[in-house]
């Protein structure tokens, strides 16, 4: 099972939403679960309607959203939890494996967009 109660701080580079200028504020805190384990990896958002926040799949540099019954952004993290790349995924699909990605953080599909999470961001975990 995925351990609950951590928080994760999304903090953004760049301006405002699209304009690459410009200081950004710190993003905010929102319930994250984390999957350390094979089983809670394997698991991850499948049989759930939603998720309130965020999963943290580690170690993994891909996901797929087979069996899943909801759309999903997912952010493929480095090794120091920079964003590699933001991505929204349609049930059904097979996402690509990203080499230099370590983790991946998955939230209901719009939610980052609403964090600020872009890439070349960093995600904070505590």
């Known amino acids: 099972m995925a351990d609950r109660g951590t928080a994760v701080a999304c903090t953004a580079a760049g301006g405002p939403a699209g304009t690459g200028t410009g200081p950004r ?3 905010r805190a929102v319930p994250l679960e984390v999957a350390a384990s094979l089983r809670a990896r394997t698991r991850g ?3 759930r309607d939603g998720i309130d926040g965020a999963i943290l799949l580690t170690p993994a540099n891909s996901v797929h959203t087979f069996r899943m019954r909801f759309p999903i952004d997912v952010a493929y ?3 120091d939890f920079r964003v590699l790349a933001v991505r929204t995924m349609r049930p059904g699909r097979l996402g690509l494996p990203r080499f230099r ?3 991946v953080l998955e939230a209901e599909a719009g939610a980052m967009r609403e964090w600020g999470l872009v890439r070349g961001g960093r995600v904070r975990i505590g």
């Open 77 to 79: 993290l480095s090794r």
């Open 101 to 103: 990605a370590r983790h």
């Open 25 to 27: 504020p710190a993003g």
């Open 45 to 47: 958002l499948l049989g």
